[in-house]
């Protein structure tokens, strides 16, 4: 079974960029993918994009093109998730989850969020 | 475009609950998805491919619909079901979920 660790709170001023880490134990990413998904305070769940490490293949929701990158290192079973140029609108908690990968996939396990303060 | 109905659905324990979520557009193969989250916690999978139960979910857990139409139904409402549940489209990009439907007591 994966377990995900996410990396701890940040706080950051508007046009600052971002890292959150996303580390697998228990499984690697040979066999799940990654989706990351942001909750805005009182908010519903927004899928931001996914990464499959094992091909190389990442989405972005559109909203999100040209401000976040999904990478992986296999090595290391680790995620990142970099969001740059910074809005108050990105406060929010974001959270990664291993993906079974049908279509764009499901989400079967997931991080315990990092909360993002702008 | 995904929709849940109702927003909020006011049951007892004991009770059963049918949430509803309903696609603009005929959902391939059925790629839908339920989650489950609780306040302050992450979301946590209950059902994919629309009717199949993950992991360790209980039975009282079910999900059902093709096309453009999906319910969770949780018979027999037990205390730790109350909580906001989301749908998710997963057969194309963006993977969108549903804006959610809290059920309270």
């Known amino acids: 079974q994966v377990h995900l660790v996410q990396s701890g709170p940040e706080v950051e001023k508007p046009g600052a960029s971002v890292r959150v880490t996303c580390k697998a134990s228990g499984g690697t990413f040979n066999t799940h993918g990654v989706t990351w998904v942001r909750q805005a305070p009182g908010q519903g769940l927004e899928w931001m994009g996914r990464i499959v490490p094992v091909i190389g293949v990442v989405n972005y929701a559109q909203r999100f093109q040209g401000t976040v990158t999904f990478t992986a290192d296999k090595r290391t079973n680790t995620a990142y998730m970099d969001l740059t140029r910074l809005t108050f609108d990105d406060t929010a908690i974001y959270f990664c989850?291993?993906?079974?990968?049908?279509?764009?996939?499901?989400?079967?396990?997931w991080g315990n969020g990092t909360r993002v303060t702008v | 475009v995904l929709t849940q109905s109702p927003g909020t659905l006011s049951l007892s324990p004991g009770e059963e609950a049918t949430l509803s979520c309903r696609a603009n557009q005929r959902i391939t193969a059925n790629y839908v998805a339920w989650y489950q989250q609780k306040p302050g916690q992450a979301p946590r999978l209950l059902i994919y491919?629309?009717?199949n139960r993950a992991t360790d979910i209980p039975d009282r857990f079910s999900g059902a619909g093709s096309g453009t139409d999906f319910t969770l139904t949780i018979a027999s409402l037990e205390p730790e079901d109350f909580a906001v549940y989301y749908c998710q489209q997963y057969a194309s990009s963006p993977g969108t979920f549903g804006q959610g439907t809290r059920l309270a007591t």
């Open positions: 989850a291993a993906t079974v990968t049908r279509g764009v996939g499901y989400m079967d396990v």
């Open positions: 491919d629309a009717s």
